[in-house]
């Protein structure tokens, strides 16, 4: 098999490019990622020199890029990660959403429709996406995959035009899709512009902790492993032209968990216990922030059998031991040095 994978030098496409390559001996894996800020080839350093792996520096908004990349390569599958995902940049800026997430999305459509087209059958065309597109729930209740969708934020509203492409390739094309709709994901090689990786450099560099608003909003979160274990098995197993939410029946408000990552951080770092706490500054609130997003996880573990593997301390842990043990790889991001990787290994 030839599987196309997009997005894989970021945080969560680096777990997915690595748990194909290492698993999958016989699949040839190509990443194809822009290397935007995002973007760190660092993150798969351990499995350059597979050879079942092959990086493809390119952009998914290239309409002829992506038509050459398919005409020269018979993929199998596609498994699209490739993102503009931070909310707090898509305020900033949206049409940079609206470029990569919607019409780079179609474009890869385009591509796999029409190389696919004479014979659809083996072929698989995944979409990952966020539970975000939901909108925003009450103190009650669950997204499932029928809830009708309602985003807030221009990242959340391009992921969900997005979505609503790859259903509309199923149904007027007959394109094989699955799409899997996910919650907050944490873990090694998060990049630290978002909340955990952020507030774990932050203390050990003892600076203030923004946090939005009263910190009352609601996240729930999934160790990043095991979304990269779902989405092997809904890629796998998963049915055509369906939908399977991912989520770590784990939900936190975010000053608890804020909280909690402090006493960690100080056992680690051998401070006295509530020191990190001090580091807490409540700031401006983010514009439209989302209250509470909660996943109903039931139809993947009833029909795939899936469900997360560690618990939030655990995974919490053991994401904070690898911030430490990779004080490197954080150097070079915060620095921007991660950039040379490229220029040295590929140019
Ligand atoms: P990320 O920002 O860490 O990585 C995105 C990757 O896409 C980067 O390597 C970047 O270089 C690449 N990219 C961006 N624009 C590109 C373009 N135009 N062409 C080619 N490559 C491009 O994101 P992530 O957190 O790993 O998220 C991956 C996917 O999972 C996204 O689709 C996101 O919407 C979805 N998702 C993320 C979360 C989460 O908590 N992080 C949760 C659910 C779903
Ligand atoms: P984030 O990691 O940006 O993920 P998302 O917006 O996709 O959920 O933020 C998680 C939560 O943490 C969200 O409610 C916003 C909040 N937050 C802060 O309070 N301070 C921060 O500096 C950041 C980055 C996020």
Same mark, same amino acid.
């Given at each position: 098999?030839?599987?196309? #994978?997009?997005?894989?030098?970021?945080?969560?496409?680096?777990?997915?490019?690595?748990?194909?390559?290492?698993?999958?001996?016989?699949?040839?894996?190509?990443?194809? =990622?822009?290397?935007?800020?995002?973007?760190?080839?660092?993150?798969?350093?351990? %499995? =350059?020199?597979?050879?079942?792996?092959?990086? #493809?520096?390119?952009? #998914?908004?290239?309409?002829?890029?992506?038509?050459?990349?398919?005409?020269?390569?018979?993929?199998?599958?596609?498994?699209?990660?490739?993102?503009? *995902?931070?909310?707090?940049?898509?305020? !900033?800026?949206?049409?940079?959403?609206?470029?990569?997430?919607?019409?780079?999305?179609?474009?890869?459509?385009?591509?796999?429709?029409?190389?696919?087209?004479?014979?659809? !059958?083996?072929?698989?065309?995944?979409?990952?996406?966020?539970?975000?597109?939901?909108?925003?729930?009450?103190?009650?209740?669950?997204?499932?995959?029928?809830?009708?969708?309602?985003?807030?934020?221009?990242?959340?509203?391009?992921?969900?035009?997005?979505?609503?492409?790859?259903?509309?390739?199923?149904?007027?094309?007959?394109?094989?899709?699955?799409?899997?709709?996910?919650?907050?994901?944490?873990?090694? $090689?998060?990049?630290?512009?978002?909340?955990?990786?952020?507030? %774990?450099? +932050?203390?050990?560099?003892?600076?203030?902790?923004?946090?939005?608003?009263?910190?009352?909003?609601?996240? =729930?979160?999934?160790?990043?492993?095991?979304?990269?274990?779902?989405?092997?098995?809904?890629?796998?197993?998963?049915?055509?032209?369906?939908?399977?939410?991912?989520?770590?029946?784990?939900?936190?408000?975010? #000053?608890?968990?804020?909280?909690?990552?402090?006493?960690?951080?100080?056992?680690?770092?051998?401070?006295?216990?509530? !020191?990190? !706490?001090?580091?807490?500054?409540?700031?401006?609130?983010?514009?439209?922030?989302?209250?509470?997003?909660?996943?109903?996880?039931?139809?993947? +573990?009833?029909?795939?059998?899936?469900?997360?593997?560690?618990?939030?301390?655990?995974?919490?842990?053991?994401?904070?031991?690898? $911030?430490?043990?990779?004080?490197?790889?954080? *150097?070079?991001?915060?620095?921007?040095?991660?950039?040379?990787?490229?220029?040295?290994? $590929?140019?």
């Amino acid at each position: 098999m030839n599987i196309l #994978i997009t997005g894989g030098a970021g945080f969560i496409g680096s777990h997915v490019v690595r748990r194909f390559v290492k698993n999958y001996p016989n699949y040839n894996i190509y990443n194809l =990622d822009a290397l935007t800020y995002a973007g760190n080839l660092e993150n798969l350093k351990d %499995i =350059d020199d597979k050879p079942n792996y092959k990086f #493809i520096k390119g952009d #998914i908004v290239d309409e002829s890029f992506i038509n050459k990349l398919f005409a020269d390569v018979d993929f199998d599958g596609v498994i699209h990660l490739a993102a503009e *995902s931070h909310v707090d940049r898509s305020i !900033e800026d949206p049409l940079a959403f609206v470029r990569t997430n919607i019409i780079g999305t179609v474009n890869l459509l385009n591509a796999a429709k029409n190389a696919w087209k004479d014979n659809f !059958e083996g072929k698989r065309f995944y979409h990952v996406s966020t539970d975000e597109v939901y909108g925003a729930l009450g103190e009650q209740g669950l997204f499932t995959e029928t809830t009708a969708y309602d985003p807030n934020s221009p990242y959340s509203a391009s992921k969900a035009g997005s979505d609503h492409f790859v259903r509309a390739y199923g149904e007027t094309y007959g394109l094989p899709y699955v799409i899997t709709n996910c919650s907050n994901n944490y873990g090694p $090689y998060h990049f630290p512009e978002k909340l955990i990786p952020l507030f %774990i450099n +932050n203390i050990m560099e003892n600076k203030s902790l923004p946090v939005y608003g009263d910190g009352k909003y609601t996240r =729930d979160w999934l160790f990043v492993e095991d979304h990269a274990r779902a989405i092997d098995l809904v890629f796998h197993k998963g049915k055509n032209h369906d939908t399977y939410n991912i989520g770590g029946f784990n939900e936190w408000q975010n #000053i608890d968990l804020v909280k909690l990552l402090c006493s960690v951080m100080d056992k680690k770092l051998n401070r006295a216990e509530g !020191e990190s !706490e001090k580091l807490i500054a409540y700031v401006k609130d983010r514009p439209g922030h989302d209250l509470r997003y909660a996943i109903d996880a039931t139809k993947i +573990n009833k029909e795939l059998g899936w469900k997360p593997s560690v618990t939030f301390e655990e995974g919490l842990e053991l994401t904070v031991d690898w $911030y430490f043990d990779n004080s490197d790889w954080l *150097s070079h991001v915060t620095s921007g040095d991660y950039k040379e990787y490229y220029k040295k290994m $590929y140019t």
